[in-house]
């Protein structure tokens, strides 16, 4: 198999757009008031930058998730999101409990942070299994 890298744009997207769903519908007050965040220091700074490397970020993660589905076969979109829980799992869900519990952060604010990347990666993987280039 091949990258895909039409594939990977539309993944990066699908998380970008998780992300306004989660962060901006599903878990807004919720997440501010755990962050300590008024709407009116939310409203006084400049979303640009961060949307921007967001998404950058988003691609690179996009792409990376993408290489693992090629070297682990995920050619469904089932096995692409069984590789996104894997990363999960095994990389971002620890790596942040422990930070988490160090800094002493509320759980719901865990939850609401870390499985938006869950969610994100399963999704990304799921297209990016779907979606491959079979070489010729």
Request: hydrophobic letters at 55%; aromatic letters at 16%; charged letters at 10%.
């Given at each position: ?83 996104g829980v894997l990363v999960w ?8 409990l422990m930070n988490y519990m ?35």
């Amino acid at each position: 198999m091949k990258t895909n890298y039409l594939a990977v744009v539309v993944a990066a997207i699908a998380y970008f757009f998780l992300g306004y769903l989660w962060y901006g519908v599903l878990f807004n007050k919720p997440w501010m008031a755990l962050e300590h965040i008024t709407i009116e220091q939310a409203r006084s700074v400049s979303p640009v930058v961060p949307y921007i490397v967001s998404f950058l970020l988003e691609l690179l993660v996009a792409y990376s998730l993408a290489l693992l589905c090629i070297w682990r076969n995920a050619n469904t979109a089932s096995r692409g999101a069984s590789v996104g829980v894997l990363v999960w799992i095994g990389f971002v869900g620890p790596i942040a409990l422990m930070n988490y519990m160090f800094e002493m952060r509320p759980r719901a604010l865990y939850a609401i942070n870390e499985f938006y990347p869950l969610a994100g990666l399963i999704l990304m993987g799921a297209i990016l299994g779907a979606w491959t280039k079979k070489t010729a």
